[in-house]
């Protein structure tokens, strides 16, 4: 049964535009939530994070939005970038870090147009 | 430079032949964990350790063992790989949290191993 569930496998945006990545879960025992970027041939790099004692983290041009009672969250980039083409993986915990069980989404590409 | 390393990074085995993929950071790291990635699930946890002789299960254990006898080194093993072992094997490694403007635990990914079981 899969907790955490990334349902668009794939988003094409312009460069410039905003590109929104989505994730929704099951668990509402969930308290701390992660985006990793993955380039192939590479190990997924951390992005952002957001505890769920908040609803909205901003780095720069990422910010990740929680919406507690949907059980769903997303992520926004503004502008989005060729540099941003890689995929997105959304992940979860129970415990408030991100050294412990962790689990993933499937996963979204996201191809960014010149 | 700070890293997490895998060896080796391409395997090519066959059903039943007991296999070990390393995985070794040198950022003195208490956390470390096995991922696993599949087309369509995603990245799925094996096993982590919060600390030296520390394991526990994550979601997908079924057929791995780890060992934690040093904080730098977290090997996966495969008494006995199976085809639906084939996949692309992440090893990662986390700072303690610590408080403040931004936060530390963030995990550190190695490159990827990917293993074939014919």
Not at chain 2, 1 to 7: C, G
Not at chain 2, 11 to 19: A, D, E, N, S
Request: charge should be positive.
């Amino acid at each position: 049964d899969q907790q955490v569930k990334q349902n668009s496998p794939s988003l094409s945006v312009q460069e410039g535009r905003i590109s929104i990545l989505n994730c929704d879960y099951t668990n509402s025992m969930f308290d701390y939530f992660l985006w990793y970027k993955k380039y192939p041939a590479e190990g997924p790099t951390f992005l952002i994070s957001i505890s769920s004692i908040k609803d909205k983290n901003e780095d720069g041009r990422f910010t990740v939005f929680l919406n507690k009672s949907a059980k769903h969250l997303s992520l926004h980039i503004v502008p989005s970038q060729p540099g941003d083409s890689a995929v997105y993986f959304c992940a979860a915990s129970v415990d408030g870090t991100s050294y412990g069980k962790l689990t993933f989404g499937q996963g979204t590409i996201l191809t960014v147009h010149p | 430079e700070a890293q997490v390393t895998q060896n080796p990074r391409y395997l090519i085995t066959v059903t039943g032949k007991k296999l070990t993929v390393t995985c070794s950071q040198n950022m003195n790291h208490e956390y470390m964990s096995w991922y696993r990635q599949d087309p369509g699930l995603g990245l799925r946890q094996i096993y982590y350790s919060m600390n030296v002789e520390v394991t526990d299960k994550g979601d997908v254990p079924e057929g791995y063992k780890v060992s934690r006898k040093e904080k730098r080194n977290f090997p996966l093993i495969l008494e006995s790989p199976s085809p639906n072992q084939t996949s692309l094997y992440f090893c990662a490694s986390t700072p303690s949290f610590v408080a403040g403007p931004r936060r530390t635990d963030t995990q550190y990914f190695g490159p990827g191993t990917r293993l074939t079981v014919l």
